[in-house]
């Protein structure tokens, strides 16, 4: 058996247009509801799947809203959950990897241990990627970022990485922490009775000690959109030889 911990994250859903808020400093996600990103439903998949048998806790830092996140989790195989009551945006990679440090060590101080720590390869609003390897420097347990498949035999996992060289297979002892990148796993989607008892499921509300330092970020900026390839033709019969040009350019005109 082995206890999985997953770090997830309430993200803006930006499968629409990313609007930012007015002071530049996040993504607004007020229009387009919330969600958690790929790697954190990746990183879910993979804990249920290398649990066999013990649990799979899911974790994030925020307030009561940031509970949907972990029922969402909580429907697809995670055990229970645990939320950090505070405020997100006041907390830059430095202040997360801290206080899910504290969440992991009171926890195995008290008899609860988490042989596996998983989180998302970066945010999906803020592109932050500290957060796991800070958590894996304070917890002094070895780290492998990018895993997109992991398999746990004798107390020892075996994580692959996709390169632009190729795929790159790393073997460390737990317990360990990884950040999971999507593409490796499938997640599976919530059946209703997942959802049913993902309502019933147990969330624990924890404070932190850590002080917020912020994460010095002055703004973010939206990359202007590629410019239109759209070209117009011409108006009713004055159109016919452009367009005859143009399909003769295509090699289909006659």
Aim: net charge negative; glycine share 12%.
């Amino acid at each position: 058996m082995t206890n999985v911990l997953v770090c997830v994250k309430r993200v803006p859903d930006a499968t629409g247009e990313v609007v930012l808020t007015p002071d530049g400093s996040r993504v607004d996600g007020r229009f387009g509801g919330y969600t958690t990103s790929a790697h954190e439903e990746c990183a879910v998949e993979i804990a249920s799947q290398v649990a066999d048998g013990g649990t799979v806790t899911v974790l994030t830092l925020g307030g009561e809203e940031s509970v949907e996140q972990l029922r969402a989790a909580l429907a697809v195989g995670a055990t229970d959950g645990v939320r950090i009551d505070a405020d997100a945006d006041g907390f830059g990679p430095a202040d997360v990897a801290a206080a899910i440090s504290e969440v992991v060590q009171s926890r195995s101080a008290a008899g609860t241990s988490y042989d596996l720590v998983l989180l998302g390869n970066d945010a999906a609003d803020t592109g932050d990627f500290q957060v796991g390897i800070r958590l894996a420097y304070l917890l002094d347990r070895p780290v492998v970022a990018g895993a997109q498949t992991i398999e746990l035999a004798g107390g020892r996992a075996t994580m692959s990485v996709d390169t632009a060289e190729g795929t790159e297979i790393y073997e460390v002892g737990l317990p360990a922490v990884a950040t999971v990148l999507e593409g490796g796993v499938s997640p599976r989607y919530p059946s209703i009775t997942g959802k049913i008892k993902a309502k019933k499921a147990p969330v624990e509300v924890v404070t932190t000690s850590v002080s917020p330092r912020g994460n010095g970020r002055q703004s973010l900026r939206v990359p202007p959109p590629p410019p239109s390839q759209v070209e117009v033709l011409g108006e009713g019969p004055g159109a016919a030889p452009r367009l005859a040009q143009v399909l003769a350019d295509l090699g289909v005109g006659r």
